[in-house]
């Protein structure tokens, strides 16, 4: 079936811009991450969905992000005001969010972004 | 703090040798602990698992990993390796608390013929 899918693939935009991720999960996942990979870096966990819980949104780094989901399915994440050191890689994950493969997530191919 | 390290940033093993990838992990509680693996232009993919249960799990591709309470490590193990095991990999850990999941440096896996 289909995996996780996220747009754009790259996105360069400028210093001071807003920029709109978004991420297409596994049909029937209920859990979502997001995460940000720099350069020669780990992964950074930025934000967490579960169902219809309340965010877990203690990752993100600044006011300048937020990030929604709607119905349950699709997620954006939103950078305001780009700076430089936001550019990175962006990746999305599900998971089923019960069962045995609860904790088991599912990654996008990432949106490369870059701040100039 | 909850945190994983991967001592190493890059390993490398001849083609038919076995190899480990260290990962070491500091965290409250049980822990939860993952391996992924970025393959060159690819996304992560999950490899296996440790919840509870046997300390040597087994997961895809003929790699496992072994769970040691005692020195907090779950190093990745494969018996002999291949030129297509070359990748990244990544250990991963979850926090008890808010499903937060943190994620190591990684890895550089290069197997030569």
């Known amino acids: 079936g289909a995996g996780v899918s996220q747009s754009p693939s790259n996105k360069v935009t400028e210093k001071g811009k807003d920029v709109e991720l978004r991420c297409d999960p596994i049909?029937?996942?209920?859990?979502l991450y997001w995460y940000r990979q720099s350069l020669g870096q780990g992964l950074e966990f930025l934000i967490y969905?579960?169902?219809?819980?309340?965010?877990?949104k203690s990752g993100l780094p600044s006011d300048r992000f937020s990030a929604e989901r709607t119905g349950g399915s699709v997620s954006t994440l939103t950078i305001q005001r780009t700076q430089q050191e936001d550019s990175a890689v962006y990746l999305c994950a599900s998971s089923p969010g019960q069962g045995r493969f609860f904790w088991e997530q599912y990654f996008g191919p990432g949106t490369r972004l870059t701040v100039t | 703090a909850q945190s994983v390290a991967q001592p190493e940033d890059q390993v490398n093993v001849a083609e038919g040798n076995p190899l480990t990838v260290k990962c070491t992990y500091s965290?409250?509680?049980?822990?939860?602990l993952f391996w992924y693996v970025q393959y060159p232009n690819r996304g992560l993919q999950f490899l296996l698992k440790?919840?509870?249960?046997?300390?040597l799990v087994k997961g895809s591709y003929g790699f496992e990993a072994e769970f040691n309470k005692s020195q907090t490590s779950f190093h990745l193990k494969k018996p002999s390796a291949l030129v297509s095991d070359s990748a990244l990999y990544f250990c991963?850990?979850?926090?008890?608390?808010?499903?937060?999941?943190?994620f190591g440096s990684g890895t550089k896996l290069n197997v030569k013929p």
């Open positions: 049909s029937g996942h209920t859990a």
């Open positions: 991963a850990v979850r926090a008890f608390e808010g499903n937060k999941f943190y």
């Open positions: 969905f579960q169902g219809n819980s309340a965010p877990d």
């Open positions: 440790y919840i509870t249960g046997d300390n």
């Open positions: 965290v409250s509680g049980n822990p939860y």
